[in-house]
């Protein structure tokens, strides 16, 4: 497996923290349990994506597992930090270099 997808979620982890987003408590165990698409009723998606989407792709890594081939972050990322007055284009290029290198697919970008 190349280093790619590692680096990648170093980029998003490192743009979180650019962003102050980055949290030292981690959310409940239940908010953690949530079934909705990106915990989103119990999570922020800056959220989901430190407590989540990081440590599951990294455990996967750790382990040796097959990263996930059908995978569609970007799209989500471009929703939830629209109304944000902070700059996200780099954590979204970041997500959608992510999404391209597990999917094997150029991701559209928006603007």
């Not at 987003?21 to 953690?32: F, R």
């Not at 800056?46 to 569609?72: C, E, H, K, N, T």
């Amino acid at each position: 497996m190349s280093a790619e997808p590692q680096a990648l979620l170093y980029a998003i982890e490192r743009e979180l923290k650019v962003l102050s987003w980055w949290q030292s408590v981690p959310p409940s165990a239940k908010a953690l349990a949530s079934t909705e698409p990106f915990c989103l009723d119990t999570l922020t998606f800056p959220q989901w994506l430190q407590f989540v989407l990081l440590p599951r792709m990294q455990a996967l890594i750790d382990s040796g597992a097959p990263l996930p081939s059908r995978i569609s972050v970007y799209p989500m990322a471009i929703e939830s930090c629209k109304l944000l007055a902070e700059d996200t284009r780099a954590l979204e290029e970041a997500i959608a270099r992510l999404d391209e290198a597990l999917s094997g697919q150029r991701v559209s970008r928006e603007g």
